[in-house]
């Protein structure tokens, strides 16, 4: 069958070609794109950019390998790429779009949290501690906020933030009796 003039094997090709090319280019240049995409939720450019690229691979597979009416091949590779696409969006693109995007943190998320001295603090000074969570590690100056020495290796509570340094006290965990 041909359409346009063309036989439509050669019409696919080329849906196929170009479909890769603005692929790798909205790659490249997509963050333009998200400003302008971002009024209309339902238009994912990624999405729509799939879609045209599974069914042109679709439809250029039925013509060149069967002998299906051309009708048939592209009612067939476009509900394959309408499931394929759904299946992307589904399992891949909306929990990206929920994930955390940054491991950056506030100062103000540090108060109340546990660290550990890795250079002792003393009376008037300064000294370093180390906090951890699940993403990684923080090392951050630290003075004492109740005035006493802080030797290496002691817990300690982060009560407060002033100017980039940790304002800590010894940490004092309850006991428990069982």
């Known amino acids: 069958m041909e359409l346009f003039g063309m036989p439509l094997e050669t019409i696919y090709l080329y849906g196929l070609v170009i479909s890769g090319a603005v692929t790798i280019l909205y790659l490249f240049f997509g963050d333009v794109l998200e400003g302008i995409t971002e009024a209309i939720p339902f238009v994912n450019p990624t999405l729509i950019f799939s879609f045209v690229t599974i069914f042109s691979a679709g439809g250029y597979l039925g013509e060149a390998l069967t002998k299906l009416n051309s009708v048939l091949i592209a009612v067939a590779s476009a509900i394959i790429a ?86 800590v006290k010894l940490y004092e965990e309850l006991e428990t009796y069982i």
Do not use: H, M
Not at 124 to 141: A, Q
């Open 82 to 167: 309408l499931i394929i696409v759904t299946l992307l969006n589904v399992f891949v693109l909306i929990p990206l779009s929920n994930a955390e995007e940054s491991l950056v943190y506030k100062e103000s998320d540090l108060r109340g949290r546990i660290g550990t001295v890795i250079t002792g603090i003393p009376v008037d000074g300064y000294g370093e501690v180390l906090i951890e969570n699940i993403s990684g590690r923080i090392s951050k100056p630290a003075a004492s906020f109740t005035k006493s020495e802080i030797p290496y290796g002691k817990k300690v509570l982060v009560i407060d933030v002033e100017n980039g340094v940790l304002q």
